[in-house]
């Protein structure tokens, strides 16, 4: 054990102090290996600090703490009482509002006006959600067919699983970390978590936080590293009972895969998706220009919920990249932390990368460029807001999840729906979807015959902290948020009695 070491970092006059060391049964501590990586701020591409990356060991020590506190302190605690905490962590979280958001944009590149209002309004949001759940988790009483009912009492009860596991993405680090976290202990479990590498800062600020709201200790052990070492380590241990992962659809074959040679544990997977857009001649044009730039340019792309795909309908269609392409030029792109700026620079190196290449692809195959389509000729990783036309549903960019700022449009020409819905089931994802058009039969029978597992009817990107949230085919199974998402954290056991 090493005294708590913090990083102090001044940013427009505001001092932001957090661990750059792993935080284990309540202590910051030094990882075993002592190895180390950079945090990188991608608006200037300078190096924030190094933090500590956990190994194995790291894993392995932490799991023993929160197994400790699950069969102790944490499970003899009331519900009310475990809720108490978890209000009081959404408390911490609210009064540290503009500190947190300053970090998540310094380290992820979210633009300031939004990680306040989204990636950490959310995450207090979802604290006080769940907090509420903690004291109302019950099971039920079961007719039982065979038997003679007035002898038999046959009932449920969900219990906690034990250790969890959560590895979370970089796109809204602390909002990942509260999704999922807040669900799992008010379930009754305790935690073992992974930040992105990638944006790892809040959650270490969080764990700081959470010391203060009075969680005891080994309730949350916060492991910051590499995937292929701490995420293996997490996936693989055998006494971790659950892993809640958010990621990429490749990592979520490896973490089943890791469950499957392990010890079977439970596995949630929300991963990648290609969502698409349905706008009809009969909607509010205007509308669906709106909220099309909002599903595709919401937090520069990097939005797991993106609408990868918008077909438009051929008689609205100039008149819809007219109207996108005027809207595009208009967004400020720039300083994520200047309150006028709407767009910020990508996570990462590699990823803007990635995107540079995604457009060359697309215009390979024949995607028409209207505007964009390169990053900014400076420092940062900023990549111009950009509009492709004439994609078809074989092309890369129809098929491939983009996580960026792309909208790739398409044409349909008929009034067929079941046709144009045909096209938007037809990419392995299915996370999310949506629909413009007046008739409410039309979008209904959208609704019922998109595979997808979140459907937006004339509007997009409203997600809640009430409302059930996950994919399915390749972008996974299990839900976040609502009280779906509790159940992930809950195993269910039967008791019959004969009287
Ligand atoms: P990623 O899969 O590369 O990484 C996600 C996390 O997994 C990171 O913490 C990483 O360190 C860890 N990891 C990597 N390899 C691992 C391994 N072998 N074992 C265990 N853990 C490992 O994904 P990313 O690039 O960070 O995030 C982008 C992806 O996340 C996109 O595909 C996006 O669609 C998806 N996403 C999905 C949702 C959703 O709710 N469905 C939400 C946000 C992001």
New binding site residues.
């Given amino acids: 054990h090493v005294e708590y070491d913090p990083v102090i970092v001044e940013v427009n006059n505001m001092k932001l102090q957090f661990a750059k060391q792993l935080f284990i049964n309540g202590n910051f501590v030094n990882s075993e290996s002592g190895n180390t990586m950079e945090c990188i701020n991608p608006a200037n591409e300078s190096v924030i600090c190094s933090i500590q990356c956990a190994s194995e060991a790291d894993v392995d020590h932490a799991v023993k703490a929160a197994s400790r506190a699950f069969e102790g302190e944490w499970s003899e605690m009331s519900p009310r009482d475990r809720g108490a905490i978890m209000y009081k962590i959404a408390d911490l979280l609210d009064e540290n509002r503009e500190e947190l958001a300053t970090l998540e944009s310094i380290d992820s590149g979210a633009v300031y006006t939004l990680a306040l209002k989204t990636h950490i309004g959310m995450s207090i949001d979802v604290w006080r959600y769940f907090a509420g759940w903690a004291d109302k988790i019950h099971g039920q009483t079961v007719p039982i067919s065979h038997a003679r009912p007035n002898r038999n009492l046959t009932f449920t009860k969900k219990e906690p699983i034990g250790v969890c596991g959560i590895?979370?993405?970089?796109?809204?680090p602390l909002m990942?970390l509260s999704w999922k976290m807040a669900a799992c202990l008010a379930a009754g479990n305790t935690v073992v978590m992974?930040?992105?590498?990638?944006s790892p800062l809040t959650a270490l600020k969080f764990a700081e936080l959470s010391v203060k709201a009075g969680f005891p200790a080994g309730v949350i052990n916060i492991l910051p590293g590499?995937?292929?070492e701490t995420?293996?380590a997490?996936?693989e241990h055998p006494d971790i009972r659950k892993v809640g992962?958010?990621?990429?659809?490749?990592?979520g074959h490896?973490?089943m895969k890791?469950s499957s040679e392990s010890n079977l544990k439970k596995v949630s997977l929300?991963?990648?998706?290609k969502s698409p857009l349905v706008i009809f001649d009969d909607c509010d044009l205007e509308k669906s220009v709106r909220m099309s730039m909002g599903g595709v340019f919401f937090n520069k792309g990097e939005n797991?919920i993106a609408a990868g795909r918008v077909f438009v309908e051929s008689s609205i269609h100039d008149q819809f990249v007219e109207r996108v392409v005027e809207e595009v030029k208009k967004i400020k792109i720039g300083n994520p932390l200047d309150r006028d700026t709407h767009h910020g620079p990508q996570n990462h190196k590699a990823h803007l990368n990635k995107l540079i290449n995604y457009c060359k692809k697309a215009k390979d195959e024949g995607a028409v460029l209207k505007i964009g389509g390169k990053r900014l000729d400076q420092p940062g990783y900023y990549f111009e807001p950009t509009v492709f036309t004439d994609v078809e549903d074989h092309m890369f960019i129809a098929q491939e999840?983009a996580?960026g700022p792309i909208m790739a449009i398409s044409k349909f020409s008929s009034s067929n729906l079941d046709a144009v819905i045909k096209r938007a089931n037809s990419t392995e994802y299915g996370?999310s979807s949506g629909i413009f058009t007046k008739d409410i039969g039309k979008a209904l029978r959208f609704a019922e015959k998109i595979d997808a597992g979140t459907v937006f009817i004339n509007t997009y990107n409203k997600t809640d902290v009430a409302a059930p949230?996950g994919?399915f085919k390749r972008?996974?199974f299990g839900k976040?948020l609502g009280e779906e998402a509790l159940n992930e954290y809950l195993k269910i056991k039967c008791i019959t009695v004969e009287y």
């Fill in positions: 590895i979370t993405p970089w796109n809204y990942m992974k930040p992105t590498e990638l590499l995937g292929i995420g293996r997490i996936a992962f958010t990621g990429s659809t490749a990592t490896t973490i890791a929300e991963l990648g998706g797991c999840e996580f996370l949230f994919g972008s996974g976040d």
